[in-house]
C-alpha cells in the first residue's frame, strides 16, 4: 500500500472523529434547538461507510493487500 493511501485512510479516521466531537459538543451547547448534531453525525456516518467501501474496492482490485497473524 502506498504512502498516498495511507494517508487517505488516516485523513478520513481523522475527519470521522472530528465529526463525531462536533456532534457531540453540538448536542451540549445546542440542546436540541438546532440541527447541527444531525448534520455532523450524518457526514461522519456518510464518512465511515465511504472508508469502508474504499478499503473493500481497495481490497479486491489489490491495492491493498490484508495480511493475517
Same mark, same amino acid.
Given at each position: 500500500? @502506498?504512502?498516498?493511501?495511507?494517508?487517505?485512510?488516516?485523513? *478520513? +479516521?481523522?475527519?470521522?472523529?472530528?465529526? !463525531?466531537?462536533?456532534? *457531540?459538543?453540538?448536542?451540549? /451547547?445546542?440542546? &436540541? =434547538? @438546532?440541527? =447541527? /448534531?444531525?448534520?455532523? %453525525? @450524518?457526514? =461522519?456516518? &456518510? !464518512?465511515?461507510?465511504? !472508508?469502508?467501501?474504499?478499503?473493500?474496492? &481497495?481490497? %479486491? /482490485? &489489490?491495492?491493498?493487500?490484508?495480511?493475517? +497473524?
Amino acid at each position: 500500500m @502506498s504512502m498516498t493511501g495511507k494517508i487517505l485512510i488516516i485523513a *478520513f +479516521l481523522i475527519a470521522i472523529v472530528w465529526n !463525531l466531537g462536533a456532534g *457531540f459538543y453540538y448536542m451540549m /451547547t445546542d440542546k &436540541g =434547538r @438546532s440541527n =447541527r /448534531t444531525v448534520r455532523a %453525525l @450524518s457526514w =461522519r456516518i &456518510g !464518512l465511515s461507510v465511504l !472508508l469502508i467501501v474504499l478499503i473493500i474496492i &481497495g481490497m %479486491l /482490485t &489489490g491495492i491493498i493487500q490484508p495480511h493475517g +497473524l
